[in-house]
């Protein structure tokens, strides 16, 4: 069964820096593509970044271009998520998912996702 | 960005109405459009990609349809389990865009 796991989120100050983690198993990590993806409280869906399956190609929204930094670890099946000089608007619930197509080198939809991790910005 | 307006923002339905929700890119996205369904305090989880390919697991009630610019994802006859929001996505280029969302409530 495939199972994605986040963690790291939690409360931090603005201007702050956090680093998520989405730990992978069920499946072979390295040949999916992944993607973060976060939900504002009462707020609908936003796509915020993504990485290949190898890691060579990287993706951001520009809300958090040049803030935020997308990596992966395949020897450990873990994505993670760096995110810097945090604003009050990067409070949310961030889910890392799956991508749907193996070895694409496009990105397509996503499945399965975790159950997300909550980031609080605050003072 | 393409842009993804879903109409209506939420409806709301009995058990054993058909429900149809739909989805409008602001370009043209051939069929790279997929459906979400969210429970409060869930993540997300995937019901139709390609615009009309049903994911494994999913019951056959759900449908997809559209192509180009306009979509739409059809409950044939609602359960009780369906009371959800759903959310379309475009995966035609980056950044990969939602729409705002269609919470489907009880009547």
């Known amino acids: 069964e495939v199972q994605l796991v986040e963690s790291g989120g939690g409360l ?17 990590f390295n040949t999916y593509a992944m993607t973060w993806v976060r939900q504002a409280p009462g707020r609908g869906l936003e796509w915020v970044s993504a990485i290949s399956g190898t890691g060579g190609s990287t993706y951001y929204a520009d809300s958090v271009k040049g803030r935020f930094t997308i990596s992966r670890d395949n020897s450990k ?14 409070t949310a619930v961030y889910y890392c998912a799956k991508d749907g197509v193996l070895y694409s080198s496009t990105l397509n939809w996503l499945d399965p996702w975790g159950q997300g991790t909550l980031v609080t910005v605050s003072s | 960005d393409i842009q993804m307006t879903q109409s209506p923002s939420s409806l709301s339905a009995s058990v054993g109405d058909r429900v149809t929700i739909t989805c409008r890119a602001s370009q043209r996205i051939i ?8 429970k409060p305090g869930k993540a997300p989880k995937l019901l139709i990609y ?9 019951p056959s009630r759900f449908s997809g349809s559209g192509s180009e610019t306009d979509f739409t994802l059809t409950i044939s006859s609602l359960q009780p389990e ?26």
Request: proline share 3%; aromatic share 14%; net charge negative.
């Open chain 2, 31 to 38: 069929s790279y459009l997929n459906w979400y369904q969210q």
């Open chain 1, 77 to 90: 099946s873990t994505l993670y998520l760096q995110m810097s000089s945090l604003r009050a608007e990067d």
């Open chain 2, 82 to 107: 369906d009371f959800a929001t759903y959310y379309c996505q475009q995966s035609h280029s980056f950044p990969q865009t939602f729409g705002q969302g269609t919470k489907v409530e009880i009547k």
């Open chain 1, 12 to 28: 931090a100050q603005p201007g702050g820096s956090l680093t998520l983690s989405c730990t992978a198993s069920g499946f072979t």
């Open chain 2, 50 to 58: 390609a615009a009309s390919s049903l994911q494994s697991g999913v």
